[in-house]
């Protein structure tokens, strides 16, 4: 018998209703299970597909309703073990780096609060209130439930929903009809709130929808410092509702083709650490932006001083003609060598960069200064590379470390950022003794960009 500690179930079963044409085909499914088998990879979690009903009639019964008799008996017939599980729709897509929301639940129902479409809410609420007995459903516990958390525990709930909707099935069918407010969602809340189940909300970002309506799809055109539309920016699981279901397939093309590179084993950043890990080198978003914004400059030569183990030195490989890597500690320039393996356009080079031996070599376009941890040393390293090259491009990591040193060293030599990149305000990580640091700002910046 397999033994999970968590598992992800993803409904994918194409109804037998005869009027189809409004979902606009299907293949918008499988780029959802791509998605979701790498994160569930990624936290050692299960992946179930939930693709037999155990009714016939999906128009009677819809799969969006059935999904929750029939999920605790399709898993006991699978021989799977669990502790917790994560109902998501297969219209839905986890960012490549979102958290993992199974630490969030306090073990309870856990879910996101539903306020996209509030006229929608308040309609469905009002339809249903009189198959509940006039039972005033309390909105603002009203949840989605394209994304639902919950145990075994909760096998007494969902037969409760189970027996009031199999007793009342053509008052049901009907309600769908005239109400036409969903199918499973409104009564699942009502059931839900009745039997005063305790509920965790998730934070905003683990159910970003209504795209369109929101004006996620876009960027911050006014900044034109980055294209990443809001949703993938922002948000940690996209779900691809709340407009016409017909452009859906179209869409989420258009969404995995952006961003699939994450998803693959070999892509670069998948392959490297990350600060979340190991809290001397800069994070996945810091990378990332580098890759962005520099991924076409490929005419300059990069000068790294203080390499560390070499993973963001690997992401300037990709980006720069030549890339000069400076670091102190042996043990580290052999993990830059093998980090960087595949590359032939890798200088390294183990040296103190502060000693009198070093010599900022020729033809340097751009700087990453992550030596000296301290503003004299970041500011004497400031002046010299300038000297050098006055319209050297200067990268810095720690911008947003509450000690302030890198944003005062910046600010002490007069120098102007021209873009912040990495993390934001509020990001954190463990330094090596256990403590843990939250960034004051965004992560880098660059200058004389």
């Given at each position: ?42 936290y050692g979690y299960e992946l179930v597909i939930y693709d037999n009903p155990s009714l016939e009639d999906t128009t009677k019964y819809k799969i969006t309703v059935q999904r929750w008799f029939d999920i605790f008996d399709f898993l006991d017939s699978k021989n799977i073990e669990y502790n917790q599980i994560a109902m998501v729709d297969a219209s839905s897509i986890p960012k490549w780096d979102c958290p993992d929301f199974f630490q969030l639940t306090d073990n309870k129902f856990a879910v996101g609060v539903e306020n996209d479409n ?332």
């Amino acid at each position: 018998m397999r033994n999970k500690k968590n598992i992800v179930v993803i409904p994918m079963i194409i109804p037998k209703d005869k009027d189809l044409d409004k979902f606009g085909g299907w293949e918008w499914m499988l780029n959802s299970k791509t998605a979701w088998e790498y994160w569930c990879n990624k936290y050692g979690y299960e992946l179930v597909i939930y693709d037999n009903p155990s009714l016939e009639d999906t128009t009677k019964y819809k799969i969006t309703v059935q999904r929750w008799f029939d999920i605790f008996d399709f898993l006991d017939s699978k021989n799977i073990e669990y502790n917790q599980i994560a109902m998501v729709d297969a219209s839905s897509i986890p960012k490549w780096d979102c958290p993992d929301f199974f630490q969030l639940t306090d073990n309870k129902f856990a879910v996101g609060v539903e306020n996209d479409n509030l006229a929608w809410v308040y309609e469905g609420v009002d339809g249903y209130k009189d198959i509940f007995e006039g039972y005033e459903l309390d909105i603002n516990k009203y949840f989605c439930a394209s994304f639902v958390i919950f145990n075994k525990s909760h096998k007494k709930l969902f037969q409760k929903f189970k027996d009031k909707y199999v007793t009342n099935i053509d008052e049901f069918t009907k309600l769908q009809k005239t109400v036409r407010r969903g199918t499973d969602q409104t009564p699942f809340n009502y059931v839900v709130q009745m039997e005063n189940t305790e509920m965790t909300f998730l934070p905003k970002p683990f159910r970003v929808s209504h795209l369109p309506r929101k004006e996620m799809l876009g960027p911050n055109w006014q900044l034109k410092e980055d294209d990443t539309p809001f949703f993938i920016k922002y948000g940690y699981v996209w779900f691809f509702s709340g407009f016409d279901k017909r452009s859906r397939n179209e869409l989420m093309d258009q969404t995995w083709n952006l961003v699939k590179d994450n998803y693959d084993k070999d892509f670069i950043l998948n392959k490297l650490i990350h600060k979340d890990e190991w809290c001397k080198t800069t994070s996945r978003k810091f990378k990332e932006d580098i890759l962005r914004i520099f991924g076409s400059k490929k005419d300059l030569n990069c000068l790294e001083i203080g390499s560390c183990r070499g993973d963001t030195t690997r992401v300037f490989a990709e980006c720069f003609n030549k890339v000069h890597s400076f670091e102190q500690s042996p043990e580290n320039v052999e993990s830059i060598k093998d980090k960087c393996s595949d590359v032939d356009n890798v200088e390294f080079n183990q040296m103190d960069v502060y000693s009198s031996d070093f010599q900022i070599p020729d033809d340097i376009d751009i700087t990453f200064v992550d030596a000296g941890h301290s503003t004299d040393f970041i500011k004497f390293d400031i002046k010299r590379l300038l000297e050098k090259n006055k319209n050297m491009i200067l990268i810095f990591d720690d911008y947003g470390q509450q000690d302030g040193v890198v944003r005062n060293a910046i600010r002490d030599s007069n120098l102007e950022i021209s873009r912040h990149i990495g993390e934001y305000n509020g990001f954190t990580f463990k330094r090596l003794n256990g403590d843990t640091i939250v960034f004051k700002g965004r992560e880098g910046v660059i200058c004389n960009l």
